[in-house]
């Protein structure tokens, strides 16, 4: 008998610096498709045809897929619009192909779906492994008696339901270790691969921003050890990365301990793991700094630090997103633990949120900066996801007003036959649409200043020394540098930058050196064009005056405060004379972190693990890539003499 043809698509953008060559492993097609094919039924008459991982052109891959009897596609705002296009052309060729959608982004909730796309014969709902597997057993019925499905039937959208949940994740074989991929990787031996790894499915949390639970509800399920332990055994052979994709790694400290001792094993073992990265807990316990120690400590190529995510520090806007944080206590303690280990720490906060203003905006920073976070704060622009509840029922209350934007994902250097969008949030009821631009130049100013590490430890020190709030510091210096010609056409060129945003969707931005700029690293552009520029001892003066300008600080102590904030931050041509080991007068860290007498002779050492040979280019790519693991700023000891 000759068996019918699936074929899956799941693409997305190149991983990383693009030296690397590097893309995902198409997961949830994979795991959805081990799921279906463990049916004897599925596996009688079935046989995976293509399984798409990277965008082709859409006409020639059109063509290869028409000849499938079934065309998945697992659709997200990274591939929404490439695979709509896709699958409209596939249905032209072959109208008797069945086309079925699932993953985030498919509006599940709009009446009109099948209208406005009407090349879509079946769209899943939430967990895909049982629904998919039903489809293929009784391809060619009704597909009514099976839940989970949205389906484009002639009399119009039929709803069957939501699914039930899956009980025992260990009925779902690994797509790794049954060979899905197999075929692909041997077919693509120049492409180093980024490997999903499930430990666990389900988030407990309801974020009005986030679509996660709208997919896998909101009781957390864990895979057996035994499992987990044998997929990262086959992941350190073969993948170059891997992502850990737990809404909430370190919830569970015991068995996440044995995972990450399972995952320095085999990256030891086998050498081929380049870095991995995990989405931290959100409510933290302290045995969870000791884990981001351990990889620190212990792993060759840890290539982050701790996440502790906040999205707003204003009470009122956590409550109109759903979000309850750590309490402050608890922050600062976290905070403090990483700052004595020199553990790089990762906090976000999301620009555009419903309630948030211009003063709760900058609030959150000094909040962060006061509680000890210093160096690690990633600043997002709120999103519209298509299932999301701030989408689907706060847009209209909290006036949040959005604009397609085609160059805010990561990885979006370009595209095949057309760019992917995602809504972007430019004005709300809080902050209007100039406010909203002005407010960006102002969180480039913070990034390229304090996170960046021009002046935090001047900042730090005044702070402690003067009782001068990170606020007042940096408003009196925000005006400062305004008065600076190269900075006053930077902070233009931002503006303009991010402007075009709301006027077309795109940034339009000349290169910088052979780096491109985007939505997604836009806010670096001011450090990026300091080292181009080499401007980074304009930088310094600047500082000195300002300085002078405005605080009464020793001469000796200001000459040599300086000194060391210069040593704390990288400037390309300090890669090769890096480490340097220094002598002060004064213990600035030390009287810093842990209130020790700031008069004491003190030696550090500067260092760094980056590569002193690596090019300007990859430096410039790093200070986004590298983010997470503090890149552009040296590690600062104690040095004996």
Same mark, same amino acid.
């Given at each position: 008998?000759?068996?019918?043809?699936?074929?899956?698509?799941?693409?997305?953008?190149?991983?990383?610096?693009?030296?690397?060559?590097?893309?995902?492993?198409?997961?949830?097609?994979?795991?959805?498709?081990?799921?279906?094919?463990?049916?004897?039924?599925?596996?009688?008459?079935?046989?995976?045809?293509?399984?798409?991982?990277?965008?082709?052109?859409?006409?020639?891959?059109?063509?290869?897929?028409?000849?499938?009897?079934?065309?998945?596609?697992?659709?997200?705002?990274?591939?929404?619009?490439?695979?709509?296009?896709?699958?409209?052309?596939?249905?032209?060729?072959?109208?008797?192909?069945?086309?079925?959608?699932?993953?985030?982004?498919?509006?599940?909730?709009?009446?009109?779906?099948?209208?406005?796309?009407?090349?879509?014969?079946?769209?899943?709902?939430?967990?895909?492994?049982?629904?998919?597997?039903?489809?293929?057993?009784?391809?060619?019925?009704?597909?009514?008696?099976?839940?989970?499905?949205?389906?484009?039937?002639?009399?119009?959208?039929?709803?069957?339901?939501?699914?039930?949940?899956?009980?025992?994740? *260990?009925?779902?074989?690994?797509?790794?270790?049954?060979?899905?991929?197999?075929?692909?990787?041997?077919?693509?031996?120049?492409?180093?691969?980024?490997?999903?790894?499930?430990?666990?499915?389900?988030?407990?949390?309801?974020?009005?921003?986030?679509?996660?639970?709208?997919?896998?509800?909101?009781?957390?399920?864990?895979?057996?050890?035994?499992?987990?332990?044998?997929?990262? *055994?086959?992941?350190?052979?073969?993948?170059?990365?891997?992502?850990?994709?737990?809404?909430?790694?370190?919830?569970?400290?015991?068995?996440?301990?044995?995972?990450?001792?399972?995952?320095?094993?085999?990256?030891?073992?086998?050498?081929?793991?380049?870095?991995?990265?995990?989405?931290?807990?959100?409510?933290?316990?302290?045995?969870?700094?000791?884990?981001?120690?351990?990889?620190?400590?212990?792993?060759?190529?840890?290539?982050?630090?701790?996440?502790?995510?906040?999205?707003?520090?204003? !009470?009122?806007?956590?409550?109109?997103?759903?979000?309850?944080?750590?309490?402050?206590?608890?922050?600062?303690?976290?905070?403090?633990?990483?700052?004595?280990?020199?553990?790089?720490?990762?906090?976000?906060?999301?620009?555009?949120?419903?309630?948030?203003?211009?003063?709760?905006?900058?609030?959150?920073?000094?909040?962060?900066?006061?509680?000890?976070?210093?160096?690690?704060? !990633?600043?997002?622009?709120?999103?519209?996801?298509?299932?999301?509840?701030?989408?689907?029922?706060?847009?209209?209350?909290?006036?949040?007003?959005?604009?397609?934007?085609?160059?805010?994902?990561?990885?979006?250097?370009?595209?095949?036959?057309?760019?992917?969008?995602?809504?972007?949030?430019?004005?709300?009821?809080?902050?209007?649409?100039?406010?909203?631009?002005?407010?960006?130049?102002?969180?480039?100013?913070?990034?390229?200043?304090?996170?960046?590490?021009?002046?935090?430890?001047?900042?730090?020190?005044?702070?402690?020394?003067?009782?001068?709030?990170?606020?007042?510091?940096?408003?009196?210096?925000?005006?400062?540098?305004?008065?600076?010609?190269?900075?006053?056409?930077?902070?233009?060129?931002?503006?303009?930058?991010?402007?075009?945003?709301?006027?077309?969707?795109?940034?339009?931005?000349?290169?910088?050196?052979?780096?491109?700029?985007?939505?997604?690293?836009?806010?670096?552009?001011?450090?990026?064009?300091?080292?181009?520029?080499?401007?980074?001892?304009?930088?310094?003066?600047?500082?000195?005056?300002?300085?002078?300008?405005?605080?009464?600080?020793?001469?000796?102590?200001?000459?040599?405060?300086?000194?060391?904030?210069?040593?704390?931050?990288?400037?390309?041509?300090?890669?090769?004379?890096?480490?340097?080991?220094?002598?002060?007068?004064?213990?600035?860290?030390?009287?810093?972190?842990?209130?020790?007498?700031?008069?004491?002779?003190?030696?550090?050492?500067?260092?760094?693990?980056?590569?002193?040979?690596?090019?300007?280019?990859?430096?410039?790519?790093?200070?986004?890539?590298?983010?997470?693991? !503090?890149?552009?700023?040296?590690?600062?000891?104690?040095?004996?003499?």
């Amino acid at each position: 008998m000759t068996k019918k043809k699936i074929s899956f698509v799941q693409p997305n953008f190149q991983q990383g610096p693009k030296e690397f060559n590097a893309y995902y492993l198409p997961y949830s097609a994979g795991v959805i498709l081990s799921y279906a094919l463990a049916s004897k039924k599925v596996s009688a008459a079935w046989e995976l045809d293509h399984l798409v991982w990277r965008r082709e052109p859409i006409e020639l891959l059109a063509l290869k897929l028409s000849t499938s009897d079934v065309v998945a596609f697992s659709t997200y705002v990274w591939n929404h619009q490439y695979n709509y296009r896709l699958a409209q052309r596939v249905k032209a060729l072959n109208p008797t192909c069945l086309i079925v959608f699932g993953g985030p982004e498919p509006a599940i909730e709009h009446a009109d779906l099948f209208e406005k796309e009407p090349f879509m014969d079946l769209v899943i709902k939430m967990e895909g492994e049982m629904t998919f597997r039903h489809i293929l057993e009784d391809h060619g019925s009704d597909y009514t008696h099976i839940p989970g499905l949205l389906i484009n039937s002639p009399t119009g959208l039929i709803n069957t339901g939501d699914p039930k949940r899956i009980n025992d994740l *260990d009925e779902v074989p690994s797509p790794y270790l049954t060979g899905v991929f197999d075929r692909m990787m041997a077919d693509n031996p120049d492409v180093i691969w980024n490997a999903t790894l499930e430990t666990n499915r389900g988030c407990p949390y309801q974020c009005t921003f986030c679509d996660w639970g709208s997919l896998t509800y909101n009781k957390v399920k864990k895979f057996e050890l035994e499992r987990v332990f044998d997929e990262l *055994d086959w992941i350190g052979e073969h993948c170059g990365f891997v992502t850990i994709t737990d809404a909430n790694f370190g919830m569970f400290v015991e068995r996440d301990n044995m995972i990450v001792d399972k995952l320095i094993e085999v990256q030891k073992r086998w050498g081929k793991l380049e870095s991995f990265s995990m989405t931290w807990a959100k409510n933290q316990k302290n045995e969870v700094v000791d884990i981001v120690k351990k990889l620190i400590n212990e792993s060759p190529n840890f290539g982050q630090g701790l996440t502790v995510s906040v999205q707003s520090m204003d !009470n009122d806007v956590l409550e109109n997103i759903k979000r309850r944080n750590l309490d402050q206590h608890k922050i600062d303690e976290i905070f403090a633990l990483c700052d004595k280990n020199n553990i790089p720490v990762y906090t976000e906060l999301i620009l555009g949120l419903p309630g948030e203003t211009v003063e709760s905006w900058k609030e959150a920073f000094w909040k962060i900066f006061r509680a000890g976070n210093h160096g690690g704060i !990633n600043i997002l622009q709120c999103q519209l996801l298509e299932n999301a509840e701030m989408n689907l029922l706060q847009k209209k209350l909290y006036k949040l007003e959005s604009v397609p934007v085609y160059d805010y994902m990561s990885g979006s250097y370009g595209d095949v036959d057309l760019n992917e969008s995602i809504e972007v949030i430019v004005s709300t009821k809080t902050i209007p649409r100039e406010t909203m631009l002005d407010t960006l130049v102002w969180s480039s100013f913070i990034q390229t200043f304090h996170i960046n590490g021009l002046s935090t430890y001047i900042a730090r020190y005044l702070a402690k020394h003067q009782d001068i709030d990170y606020s007042k510091f940096y408003e009196d210096l925000y005006a400062w540098v305004q008065k600076d010609p190269w900075f006053q056409l930077q902070f233009v060129e931002t503006r303009s930058y991010f402007g075009n945003w709301t006027a077309k969707g795109r940034i339009d931005h000349p290169t910088i050196g052979n780096i491109e700029v985007f939505g997604w690293n836009l806010i670096y552009r001011t450090t990026l064009y300091m080292v181009k520029d080499k401007m980074i001892n304009h930088v310094f003066d600047l500082l000195d005056k300002f300085l002078d300008n405005h605080y009464n600080i020793d001469s000796q102590v200001k000459r040599q405060l300086l000194q060391f904030q210069r040593n704390y931050v990288i400037d390309y041509r300090d890669l090769k004379s890096l480490p340097i080991t220094q002598e002060f007068d004064y213990d600035f860290l030390g009287y810093i972190l842990d209130n020790t007498e700031l008069k004491n002779s003190t030696v550090y050492q500067f260092a760094t693990t980056e590569s002193p040979s690596m090019s300007e280019d990859r430096f410039l790519e790093n200070m986004y890539f590298g983010r997470k693991r !503090n890149f552009g700023k040296t590690t600062i000891t104690y040095a004996t003499t």
